[in-house]
Structures are given as structure tokens and as C-alpha cells.
Nanobody, 115 residues
Framework: QVQLVESGGGSVQAGGSLRLSCAAS????????MAWYRQAPGKQREMVAI???????NYADSVKGRFTISRDNAKNTVYLQMNGLEPQDTAVYYC?????????WGQGTQVTVSS
């Protein structure tokens, strides 16, 4: 089993920044993909950013140019730097990894952006 522990959520005003972290531990074999998803109240969960072990990245159109995903392989940790936050970024953010092509999810961390 792999455990994911997220941190870094909180409340900020529009235009502010937050950095989310997600540390993976346990029986890690080979993390292929690390990603962040989010789910706003009444909406479906959506992909925010993806980073593969080959360095490929992809972002939701709504966050391009504002959010940056990165990872520290030595720490099995993925980060999401969020700048220029907007009220519509308010959601629970979930870390997701594929380890040996098995998906794992974090518990979620709340991000609230006020106008």
C-alpha cells in the first residue's frame, strides 16, 4: 500500500499564492505519474495538473500560466505552486499518483479564495 499525505491548503484572498505538497510513503514501486485534481462544491472532480516520470506536464486551461506542478523524487513528493489565485479556484484539492500503474488518492486539502 501507498499512503499520500497532503498539506498546504488554506484561505487566501484573490491574487494570493499557496503551495500544496503531497508526500508519498509506503510500498512505493515506481511512480509513473503524479497529479493534482480538485473538486468544487456541486461539481465533478477535475484534473488540475499532471507530471509524468518523463517530465511531461499538462495543465487545465483554467490554471495555465498560474499553477506549476513539480516533484522531488528523493522525497517522493509532488508540489503544486498556485499563484494568482481566483475565487473560482476554491475547491478541495486531491493528490493522485500512479505507482506501478495503480492509482492512489490523498485525503484532500481545502483551498478557499475570497474576493
Amino acid at each position: 500500500q501507498v499512503q499520500l499525505v497532503e498539506s498546504g491548503g488554506g484561505s487566501v484572498q484573490a491574487g494570493g499564492s499557496l503551495r500544496l505538497s503531497c508526500a508519498a510513503s509506503g510500498n512505493i514501486f515506481n511512480i509513473n505519474v503524479m497529479a493534482w485534481y480538485r473538486q468544487a462544491p456541486g461539481k465533478q472532480r477535475e484534473m488540475v495538473a499532471i507530471l509524468t516520470n518523463l517530465g511531461y506536464t499538462n495543465y487545465a486551461d483554467s490554471v495555465k500560466g498560474r499553477f506549476t506542478i513539480s516533484r522531488d523524487n528523493a522525497k517522493n513528493t509532488v508540489y503544486l505552486q498556485m499563484n494568482g489565485l481566483e475565487p473560482q479556484d476554491t475547491a478541495v484539492y486531491y493528490c493522485n499518483i500512479l505507482d506501478n500503474n495503480r492509482p492512489y488518492w490523498g485525503q484532500g486539502t481545502q483551498v478557499t479564495v475570497s474576493s
